[in-house]
């Protein structure tokens, strides 16, 4: 039987205090983890090669399509869903991290099961483990609306590029000239792999084709098609531009001989002149695996009216050399089209320098008597402005040895005005094949100079204001927003405000669709970041629940103000909160679809605590 009990005492209060630290530790960890916009993880590659990842926050869910218990003990799930053309970057960059000891960072295409494609970013810093192993603790995270944007901007620059060179052409009146401008300017807008251009011929019936890039040229070449024949026609008889995915699998379609049977995608769209169609312009992509959306068929409508503008000038200015050269058999002829445009129409003896003719338009535009300026020695050179006058007697002396030319130039007025002149001349051989005359035509483009030069200014202008402003000045893209707001007012929402009010989720959403295009030095000052790529990104994605009920005041605003203004609280990428004082408004021209929002913010933290003080 028993009689004592004899034990030992520990004070484990140290222990539990810290099993209890730990413990909070490792439960705060986990709740950040499951919080931030990405994948916080460890990467394993053991000495076989097999990769794992013991740990990864349930991020992984939304970014990988996978769970954390999936990619454990392996993490091959993962790796065979990368891009087979991103793969072996993958591999390389993760060998030559192990290999290096330097952190690793790549981005990479990934098929998500339920999004699709997505691109991914990460960044992980390799250490050796006791076994031989290397783990990788890092982020990666979703940045497929980066990438996305990146890819927005690359393509606004070949629209911008490809819709200048158009443009230019608009100034070229080399009918050939123009259509290979117009064909190459498509092709590169278009990623397409061929182009075709289609001009009324004079019965108002016939399509005749005049380009067909990267085609068969002789099954093409002065190829008819008729009103309404095939899907060319087609466009032409109704004037409505046409996406057709499956040429191959459409009824409408012709089979041009010595052309081959293959799978394409054509965009076709009318060249129209005020209320006519003149032609159709197409662009084709083979293969069936790169299909023409709505939006580009946007694009090519637009583009297709430029194109329709300098063919038509083109055309135009080929009608009025021919009527030129027809002048030498018929005077009466040319004074009655001379008379009747606001061109001035001239001709000059090549020999001599003597002006021949001048229409009555010369007046107008010189501001002098066309008898001075036919008979008054030197008089033409003498109205052209000092410092264009080398340019214009080069011009002068190419003229009379047999070339074409095209020219813009100053004069200056008896008033001492300057104008802007386009002179575009050929020579008219005699029987002997010596230049004879120099015919030409001669037009007032001061407007359209002082135009471009304004507008270029207002532009330079604008953007030295912006950039150099002492406050944080953003341009942000409401026009999703302003679309779902019109659809509420469509279906019935009266009181946006109550609406807003008691759907928060949905004015999140709407947040996240306002896109930041751009932002200017102090904004990047004021919050605390080196690039512009930092801070352009969803609106949403910089909001927390106090900017929330802001951006729902600033709605309610736009809509009735096309303004706001609001005090309060915002958080830096730092974590520090400042008191600002924000502005917005919508500029002058897109009050009907929000495109453009300017919104300054100012940061008022000082004068709060003084007034606090």
């Known amino acids: 039987e028993a009689v004592a009990v004899q034990g ?22 986990e709740s950040i983890a499951a919080t931030v916009p990405g994948i916080i993880c460890s990467l394993r590659m053991r000495l076989d090669g097999s990769i794992s990842m013991p740990f990864a926050s349930p991020s992984i869910q939304d970014v990988y399509g996978l769970s954390p218990q999936d990619v454990q003990a392996d993490a091959s799930p993962l790796f065979t869903r990368i891009h087979p053309e ?42 050796h483990e006791t076994d031989g192993s290397i783990i990788w603790h890092g982020f990666i995270y979703d940045i497929t609306e980066r990438k996305h944007a990146e890819e927005e901007i690359r393509r606004r620059a070949e629209e911008t590029s490809a819709l200048l060179g158009t443009s230019l052409a608009l100034t070229n009146l080399d009918l ?52 309404g024949q095939g899907v060319t026609g087609a466009v032409a008889a109704s004037g409505k531009a046409e996406i057709v995915n499956e040429m191959q699998n459409d009824e409408r379609a012709m089979q041009i001989p010595d052309t081959p049977l293959e799978e394409e995608a054509i965009m076709f769209a009318p060249l129209r002149e005020r209320e006519r169609t003149i032609g159709i312009l197409s662009v084709r992509r083979v293969g069936g695996k790169k299909p023409f959306h ?9 583009f297709a009216s430029m194109a329709a503008s300098a063919v038509s000038n083109a055309r135009l200015f080929e009608e009025t050399q021919r009527r030129l050269v027809e002048l030498r058999a018929s005077e009466e002829r040319f004074l009655q089209l001379a008379d009747n445009i606001q061109e001035a129409f001239w001709m000059t003896d090549a020999e001599n320098g003597q002006e021949l003719y001048m229409s009555p338009a010369a007046e107008r535009i010189w501001g002098r008597s066309i008898e001075s300026l036919m008979y008054e020695p030197n008089m033409f050179f003498n109205t052209v402005f000092s410092e264009d006058r080398p340019a214009v007697l080069d011009a002068v002396a190419r003229e009379k040895s047999g070339e074409k030319l095209q020219l813009e130039y100053r004069i200056v007025r008896p008033d001492g005005t300057l ?8 020579p008219i051989f005699d029987d002997t094949g010596t230049v004879g005359k120099i ?86 000052e004021l919050y605390g970041v080196e690039r512009k790529e930092d801070l352009l990104q969803s609106l949403g994605d910089l909001f927390n629940g106090v900017s929330i009920r802001h951006f729902e005041a600033e709605l309610v605003e736009l809509m009735s103000l096309n303004r706001f203004s609001w005090e309060g609280t915002d958080t830096l990428p730092t974590g520090r909160q400042i008191e600002v004082l924000v502005n917005g408004s919508i500029p002058r021209g897109y009050e009907d679809d929000w495109s453009k929002v300017i919104v300054s913010i100012i940061d008022i933290t000082e004068r709060k605590e003084a007034e606090q003080e």
């Open 8 to 29: 030992i005492a520990r004070d484990v209060t140290e222990r539990k205090r810290a099993e209890n630290e730990l413990r909070f530790e490792k439960e705060r960890f």
């Open 419 to 426: 104008r802007w002149i386009w002179d575009r001349a050929f």
């Open 294 to 302: 709505q939006a580009e068929l946007e694009l090519l409508e637009a």
């Open 86 to 127: 991103d793969l072996p970057l993958v591999n390389t960059s993760v060998t030559q991290s192990a290999q290096t000891m330097l952190p690793w960072h790549t981005e990479f295409r990934y098929q998500h099961p339920i999004k699709g494609e997505v691109w991914i970013e990460g960044q992980a810093v390799p250490l």
């Open 176 to 227: 050939e000239a123009t259509l290979q401008t117009v064909g190459n300017s498509a092709n590169t807008l278009f990623l397409a792999d061929g182009c075709r251009i289609f001009l009324m011929e004079p019965d108002g019936e016939t399509l005749r084709c005049v380009l067909a890039l990267e085609e068969n040229v002789a099954a093409f070449s002065n190829l008819r098609i008729r009103l």
């Open 439 to 524: 015919a030409g035509i001669s037009a007032d483009i001061t407007e359209r100079r002082e135009s471009e030069l304004a507008l270029a200014k207002s532009q330079n202008r604008y953007h030295e204001l912006f950039d150099s402003s002492p406050i944080s000045i953003w341009e942000e893209d409401f026009s999703p927003v302003k679309k779902q707001i019109d659809s509420l007012k469509k279906n019935g929402v009266t009181d946006l405000r109550e609406y807003l009010s008691h759907h928060p989720e949905f004015v999140r959403e709407l947040a996240s669709l306002v896109r930041i295009t751009d932002v200017n030095k102090a904004s990047l």
